[in-house]
């Protein structure tokens, strides 16, 4: 080697350097957990990412969307300090003047117009600590009832069905790892394949066992072509089909007599009920042949063990609720809960969606999942907070609900921390009209997303790879989220800012806090005794592969399978479902013939303000899309891969065409994760379930028309005729 070369060789490795930092993906509620892998070889960053092995949920998996994650958190469009909003011009500012400006505009909004005069929107990606602080923050800092997140518009359908049938709700009720041996696997509306990749394995693994696997969706999937029958339901008819599902279990004796008598409630008026529902009748209000709905309840009922998992198809909808816990009858019917390879999982969306609806986002709801319409619990929260209980504020209104507050003009200021409402809520005109008018707009971001762009004041946060915390997965397993990457100079993590804002509006003394440790025992401390009680759990356990709630003690091993022995009621039964009264979806029209149903595709994520900033995972999908049947596009005269405007009574957006047959004739399907004049939520509609307030984001009514684009050559521009 000559000494040129040589000499080469030692400076660069001078100048290289290696820091592996252990993370967690910010993305799905399976939280895989890895290690990021920084090189700087002279002036150039490498990154690796090694899936950790040691993970008992992920099992070192890792899909696309982990491997990609850190390429958002380094992306140069972070934003890197305080912005505000001068003429239309985002103006650099100190975090002293954001802080000021925010008490300022806080104090005098409400010393004119009263505290719930100021609106807080959480967001399911926050940690434990971050979701709790900021039900804390609305409460406490603010004295504000107005305070939602966007896991309404996730969950909430499977959540609250849950804990009117089982009295907890703590999204699945076994570990993954007893998917393995049930028997017969019911996939209701969840796209597990695209939507949590990791997931699949087990699901594999049953079906090496034995299993039979259904998947209920309007159209094809990965995860329907992975089962063995697949219902091509259409969309809002899910409840029916259960109840048909349940009329063969009854009719052909597969029910557990013993196991209803001793375990649950209102089974005999259900029977009853069931008396007057005719298969034949079901079948074609689900638009689908009986024998699938007889053939699906028998490979149900024989099992010996067996599953049933929900997700947004089956829960987004006016009825999502009663649509849940008539898929629970089935579970309960059959007697297979409580046991090795029996139980039910309703897989949850975001990353923390299942810690962020626990811990005191929602407007009724106070930490360890109290209500806050509930004395005790609400002396309890109050002593814990060292406030008086007559000063906590009553339940507020859900996400949706909010937004028309906002219209309304009743909530005049906003702070907004993880969501990006102006794509992701329905009817998304109208909420962007409603944001227009505030007073004061607050996001805490990373990226100058849709929504942040309406603001006012961005406050720039932390990343995944910056900000550590706790998170609870699809499992309910509470895991620990290292952050071991520095932060931008000046740019805090979302605790920090809360307390930084409380601060500010003269609520030190019930946020001061030097660690997210410190948060974290704050929180156990007002969860203990509650429904999701997380005292039991430490840091240092989870730190070592986490703990599964509810953990009610130290040295409690967690809660591995739900309902052993009693359910969680206050008589410990279960209960049946009786409402057969269905709200009915938006009908099609002669106007608006078809129904749009919306969801997700493998490579984005949610309104996709992060994954379209991750290079990689854009080009493989850089535009959306609307699939439509091939019958239904000669129908409408719409070619493969042209322009089509998708048209409802709440607005349009123009999306390209994908023509399949793996789809209904009377349904299209277009993800959402796009925003502007592409946001599919546009022409989404807000009707919002009576019970748990989720808007029916699977059926709208509408229309499609191709659009003819010719090119004028001459203008270098393309003219819309
Ligand atoms: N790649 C990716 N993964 C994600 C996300 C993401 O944005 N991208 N988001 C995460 C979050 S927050 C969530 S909540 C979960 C969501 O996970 P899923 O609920 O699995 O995702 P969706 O695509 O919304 O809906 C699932 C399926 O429901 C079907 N469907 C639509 N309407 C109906 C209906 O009326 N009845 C029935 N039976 N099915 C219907 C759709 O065709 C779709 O295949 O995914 C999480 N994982
Ligand atoms: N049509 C249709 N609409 C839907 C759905 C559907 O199926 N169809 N699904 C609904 C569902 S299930 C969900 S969960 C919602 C989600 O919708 P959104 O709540 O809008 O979720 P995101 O797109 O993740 O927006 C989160 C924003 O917060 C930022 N962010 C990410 N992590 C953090 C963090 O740790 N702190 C802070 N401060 N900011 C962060 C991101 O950059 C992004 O701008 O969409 C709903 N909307
Ligand atoms: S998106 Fe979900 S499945 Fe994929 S790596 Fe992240 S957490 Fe795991
Ligand atoms: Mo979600």
């Known amino acids: 080697m000559s000494d040129l070369i040589q000499y080469f060789r030692e400076k660069q490795l001078k100048q290289s350097s290696e820091q592996i930092m252990k993370g967690r993906c910010p993305y799905c509620s399976m939280q895989c957990s890895m290690e990021l892998i920084e090189e700087h070889v002279i002036k150039r960053k490498r990154f690796k990412v090694k899936p950790n092995k040691q993970d008992p949920t992920s099992e070192g998996r890792l899909c696309i969307k982990g491997l990609q994650a850190h390429q958002h958190a380094i992306n140069g469009e972070r934003v890197k300090y305080p912005l505000f909003k001068i003429d239309g011009e985002w103006v650099r500012i100190s975090w002293e003047l954001a802080l000021e400006m925010i008490a300022e505009q806080f104090s005098q909004l409400q010393s004119e117009f009263g505290n719930d005069s100021i609106g807080v929107y959480g967001g399911g990606s926050l940690t434990n600590e971050e979701a709790y602080l900021l039900g804390k923050f609305a409460r406490v800092g603010l004295q504000t009832k107005y305070i939602d997140y966007n896991g309404r518009f996730c969950m909430s359908a499977a959540a609250s069905a849950q804990n009117a049938t089982f009295g907890i709700d703590r999204g699945i009720t076994n570990q993954l790892s007893e998917i393995a041996d049930a028997k017969c696997i019911i996939l209701a509306g969840t796209n597990i394949a695209e939507c949590q990749p990791t997931i699949m394995p087990y699901f594999r693994k049953a079906k090496k066992n034995g299993a039979y696997i259904i998947a209920i969706d309007p159209r094809e999937t990965a995860t329907t072509k992975f089962a063995d029958m697949h219902i091509k339901v259409k969309p809002g008819t899910d409840a029916n089909l259960a109840i048909g599902l349940l009329k063969v279990l009854v009719d052909e004796n597969y029910?557990?007599?013993?196991?209803?008598?001793?375990?649950?409630?209102?089974?005999?008026?259900?029977?009853?009920?069931?008396?007057?529902?005719?298969?034949?009748?079901?079948?074609?209000?689900?638009?689908?042949?009986?024998?699938?709905?007889?053939?699906?309840?028998?490979?149900?009922?024989?099992?010996?063990?067996?599953?049933?998992?929900?997700?947004?198809?089956?829960?987004?909808?006016?009825?999502?609720?009663?649509?849940?816990?008539?898929?629970?009858?089935?579970?309960?019917?059959?007697?297979?809960?409580?046991?090795?390879?029996?139980?039910?999982?309703?897989?949850?969306?975001?990353?923390?969606?299942?810690?962020?609806?626990?811990?005191?986002?929602?407007?009724?709801?106070?930490?360890?999942?109290?209500?806050?319409?509930?004395?005790?619990?609400?002396?309890?929260?109050?002593?814990?907070?060292?406030?008086?209980?007559?000063?906590?504020?009553?339940?507020?209104?859900?996400?949706?609900?909010?937004?028309?507050?906002?219209?309304?003009?009743?909530?005049?200021?906003?702070?907004?921390?993880?969501?990006?409402?102006?794509?992701?809520?329905?009817?998304?005109?109208?909420?962007?009209?409603?944001?227009?008018?505030?007073?004061?707009?607050?996001?805490?971001?990373?990226?100058?997303?849709?929504?942040?762009?309406?603001?006012?004041?961005?406050?720039?946060?932390?990343?995944?790879?910056?900000?550590?915390?706790?998170?609870?997965?699809?499992?309910?397993?509470?895991?620990?989220?290292?952050?071991?990457?520095?932060?931008?100079?000046?740019?805090?993590?979302?605790?920090?800012?809360?307390?930084?804002?409380?601060?500010?509006?003269?609520?030190?003394?019930?946020?001061?806090?030097?660690?997210?440790?410190?948060?974290?025992?704050?929180?156990?401390?007002?969860?203990?005794?509650?429904?999701?009680?997380?005292?039991?759990?430490?840091?240092?356990?989870?730190?070592?592969?986490?703990?599964?709630?509810?953990?009610?003690?130290?040295?409690?091993?967690?809660?591995?399978?739900?309902?052993?022995?009693?359910?969680?009621?206050?008589?410990?039964?279960?209960?049946?479902?009786?409402?057969?009264?269905?709200?009915?979806?938006?009908?099609?029209?002669?106007?608006?013939?078809?129904?749009?149903?919306?969801?997700?595709?493998?490579?984005?994520?949610?309104?996709?303000?992060?994954?379209?900033?991750?290079?990689?995972?854009?080009?493989?999908?850089?535009?959306?899309?609307?699939?439509?049947?091939?019958?239904?596009?000669?129908?409408?005269?719409?070619?493969?891969?042209?322009?089509?405007?998708?048209?409802?009574?709440?607005?349009?957006?123009?999306?390209?065409?994908?023509?399949?047959?793996?789809?209904?004739?009377?349904?299209?399907?277009?993800p959402f994760h796009w925003g502007d004049s592409q946001c599919i939520n546009r022409v989404t509609n807000p009707v919002l379930d009576p019970v748990c307030r989720m808007p029916e984001f699977k059926v709208s009514a509408v229309n499609i028309s191709q659009i003819k684009l010719t090119k004028v050559k001459q203008q270098k521009q393309t003219v819309v005729i």
Not at 289 to 316: C, S
Not at 396 to 403: K, M, P, Q, R, T
Not at 514 to 532: D, P
């Open 255 to 670: 029910c557990d007599e013993a196991f209803i008598a001793d375990r649950t409630k209102g089974f005999d008026l259900i029977k009853e009920q069931l008396n007057e529902v005719s298969l034949t009748t079901i079948a074609k209000q689900c638009g689908i042949p009986k024998e699938e709905i007889l053939d699906a309840a028998r490979q149900y009922g024989k099992a010996e063990t067996g599953m049933v998992f929900t997700a947004r198809g089956v829960e987004q909808h006016a009825n999502g609720y009663q649509t849940v816990r008539h898929f629970l009858n089935l579970v309960l019917a059959t007697g297979k809960i409580g046991k090795h390879a029996c139980g039910y999982g309703a897989i949850t969306g975001q990353g923390n969606g299942q810690g962020g609806r626990e811990h005191g986002q929602k407007a009724d709801q106070l930490p360890g999942y109290r209500s806050i319409e509930n004395e005790a619990d609400r002396k309890y929260i109050a002593n814990v907070w060292g406030v008086d209980e007559a000063e906590l504020p009553r339940k507020g209104v859900s996400a949706y609900e909010l937004i028309e507050k906002i219209d309304q003009e009743e909530i005049k200021a906003l702070f907004l921390m993880g969501s990006n409402p102006v794509v992701s809520s329905p009817n998304a005109i109208f909420v962007e009209k409603a944001l227009e008018k505030l007073d004061f707009l607050v996001v805490v971001d990373m990226f100058i997303s849709e929504t942040a762009q309406m603001a006012d004041l961005i406050l720039p946060t932390t990343s995944y790879l910056e900000d550590e915390g706790t998170m609870t997965n699809l499992e309910g397993r509470v895991v620990y989220r290292h952050a071991e990457r520095k932060a931008p100079k000046e740019v805090k993590h979302d605790w920090e800012i809360i307390c930084d804002i409380a601060k500010s509006l003269g609520k030190e003394q019930y946020f001061s806090y030097e660690s997210v440790e410190e948060i974290f025992n704050e929180l156990r401390k007002a969860s203990k005794g509650g429904t999701a009680d997380y005292y039991g759990i430490t840091y240092d356990r989870v730190k070592d592969g986490g703990v599964l709630w509810p953990c009610p003690v130290e040295g409690h091993p967690g809660t591995l399978r739900l309902f052993e022995n009693a359910f969680h009621t206050s008589d410990g039964f279960a209960t049946f479902n009786l409402s057969h009264e269905l709200i009915r979806s938006e009908k099609a029209t002669k106007k608006f013939p078809l129904v749009l149903t919306t969801g997700r595709i493998m490579e984005h994520y949610l309104t996709g303000v992060q994954t379209r900033r991750s290079q990689e995972l854009l080009e493989r999908s850089k535009e959306p899309y609307v699939e439509i049947h091939p019958e239904t596009a000669e129908q409408y005269n719409i070619e493969n891969d042209v322009m089509v405007r998708i048209e409802s009574k709440r607005g349009s957006v123009i999306v390209k065409s994908k023509l399949t047959e793996g789809i209904r004739k009377d349904t299209i399907f277009a």
